[in-house]
């Protein structure tokens, strides 16, 4: 009952005064409105980061494939050992064109080019 009482006081003071109540729901809005951008901003740049998360792992495999492709064509074979070694160093240094090239060039003989 005496919870009772406190919420109907405070509704009575609260609505005696359409102004702090206009002001309160206006205040609200804003705050609606301005987290509703933000997701908007972390979605798009979620987005953003997909395609480009996306667009380096399938620029990954193409190398991959590409270094594969150039020791068929030598007419050597990559076995289990060399192909994890390939594998590991194209995983460390896809961001990185010229320490890939490098570390590429002294593991396997490959020049860059």
Excluded at 9 to 32: E, H
Excluded at 64 to 80: A, V
């Amino acid at each position: 009952m005496g919870l009772g009482l406190v919420i109907a006081f405070l509704f009575s003071v609260i609505t005696r005064n359409g102004m702090f109540v206009t002001t309160l729901l206006d205040l609200l809005d804003a705050k609606r409105k301005t987290h509703k951008e933000e997701i908007n901003t972390l979605e798009r740049i979620h987005s953003a980061e997909q395609k480009e998360k996306a667009d380096r792992l399938k620029a990954h495999q193409e190398k991959l494939e590409e270094i594969k492709r150039h020791f068929k064509l030598q007419g050597r074979e990559l076995d289990k050992k060399k192909e994890a070694e390939l594998k590991r160093i194209v995983d460390e240094g896809y961001n990185d064109s010229n320490k890939l090239a490098r570390d590429l060039a002294e593991a396997f003989g490959i020049k860059n080019g």
